[in-house]
């Protein structure tokens, strides 16, 4: 199986900046997209960010120019670089990652246990 561990949340004014970093570790062949989502109270889970193995992204209308998702291939880490904040982005932030564990297999979708990130005004 594929572990991801999220780190990087906290508290934070509104305005100011914060690093998400999610680690994938176990047996993986591959990890192809990854991707930041986000869960606050009385809503749904949505799409922050995601980047794929080649380097694309696509973010969120709502943290476009503010966000920034990285990542390094060769640690299988990926970030969030996230600026700007605002009281509505407080949430659970939750790493994905679409991973292949095995030379021929196919893609599985893991996830972390999530990061509170909380912004005050």
């Known amino acids: 199986q594929v572990q991801l561990v999220e780190s990087g949340g906290g508290l934070v004014q509104a305005g100011g900046s914060l690093r998400l970093s999610c680690a994938a570790s176990?047996?993986?062949?591959?990890?192809?997209?990854m991707g930041w989502y986000r869960q606050a109270p009385g809503k749904q889970r949505e799409l922050v960010a995601a980047?794929?193995?080649?380097?694309?992204?696509n973010y969120a209308d709502s943290v476009k120019g503010r966000f920034t998702i990285s990542r390094d291939n060769a640690k299988n880490t990926v970030y969030l670089q996230m600026n700007s904040l605002k009281p509505e982005d407080t949430a659970v932030y939750y790493c994905?990652?679409?991973?292949?564990?095995?030379?021929?297999?196919?893609?599985?979708?893991?996830w972390g246990k999530g990061t509170l990130v909380t912004v005050s005004s």
């Open positions: 994905n990652a679409g991973a292949v564990v095995a030379r021929g297999g196919y893609g599985m979708d893991y």
């Open positions: 176990g047996s993986i062949f591959s990890i192809n997209a």
């Open positions: 980047i794929t193995s080649g380097g694309s992204t």
